[in-house]
């Protein structure tokens, strides 16, 4: 627990200005608890309808991570399932985080709308991992975020979400 503790305190002393300025964005219009110096977003694929994959990238210090980026070769999937395919990998990446005692990100982005975000809340609860990150699923084309604790939608028309 107190490495992790450093860990954090490391990440929120490399933030510069403008950075914790756009971070400090995020989690206000966010309504996070905690200032989002870690971020996971993932998001499924397929090969012309076949061969399922899901790919989560990281920012920290609101940059690209990408020593941390992970690709997901599905595994327990049969065919297309973007829900199963969601909840999968995101099991897969916070079963080995917890494993591990790695620090887990202040914000999780899940790349679609409700069905997508209680797919990976699926997985954190069977991880017991409730509470202790904030999930939302941002639906692109509707420009809607989905909120994890009732799956409840709002909706940001015309405007841009900050690093988003």
Do not use: W
């Not at 002393?13 to 309504?31: F, G």
């Amino acid at each position: 627990m107190e490495l992790k503790k450093k860990k954090t305190l490391l990440l929120e002393a490399q933030v510069s200005a403008d950075d914790e300025r756009a971070l400090r964005m995020i989690q206000e219009q966010l309504s996070l608890p905690n200032l989002p110096i870690h971020i996971e977003c993932f998001d499924n694929s397929n090969f012309q309808g076949s061969y399922p994959v899901s790919a989560m990238v990281c920012f920290k210090n609101g940059k690209p991570s990408k020593k941390d980026y992970r690709h997901f070769n599905v595994k327990m999937v049969e065919g297309i399932n973007d829900f199963a395919t969601m909840t999968e990998a995101v099991f897969r990446r916070y079963k080995r985080l917890k494993e591990e005692q790695l620090p887990l990100p202040q914000l999780v982005i899940i790349d679609g709308g409700k069905g997508q975000l209680s797919a990976a809340m699926k997985a954190i609860d069977e991880l017991q991992l409730q509470g202790k990150m904030t999930l939302v699923g941002l639906a692109k084309n509707e420009e809607e975020l989905f909120f994890q604790e009732t799956v409840s939608r709002s909706s940001y028309p015309g405007i841009a979400l900050p690093l988003i």
